[in-house]
């Protein structure tokens, strides 16, 4: 079993920034993919951004330019720089991660972080 912890949401302006933290832990051989996702009422769960465990990188359109995704593999965390936020930025944001155990590949989802951006 993995836990994954999220920090880092809250309310902020429009045109400030939050910074979203997500520590995977427990067992764990080796995690692929890390995602965030974000998920606004009424709405659908929409990928915002990926990273594989090489570094790649993959943006929705919509936060290309004011988003950047990073990990750091030695603590199994992935972060979520945000800047110049706007009000459709208003969502729960998760994490997702793709870890194997024992030859085994395993998803899991963070407990969602709100992130509200008032204009």
């Known amino acids: 079993q993995v836990q994954l912890v999220e920090s880092g949401g809250g309310l902020v302006q429009a045109g400030g920034s939050l910074r979203l933290s997500c520590a995977a832990s427990g067992s764990i051989d080796s995690i692929k993919p890390m995602d965030w996702y974000r998920q606004a009422p009424g709405k659908r769960r929409d990928l915002v951004a990926s990273?594989?465990?090489?570094?790649?990188?993959n943006y929705a359109d919509s936060v290309k330019g004011r988003f950047t995704i990073s990990r750091n593999n030695a603590k199994n965390t992935v972060y979520l720089q945000m800047n110049s936020l706007q009000p459709e930025d208003t969502a729960i944001y998760y994490c997702?991660?793709?870890?194997?155990?024992?030859?085994?590949?395993?998803?899991?989802w963070g407990q969602g972080t709100q992130v509200t951006v008032s204009s």
């Open positions: 990273i594989t465990s090489d570094g790649s990188t």
């Open positions: 997702h991660v793709r870890s194997t155990w024992r030859m085994h590949e395993y998803d899991y």
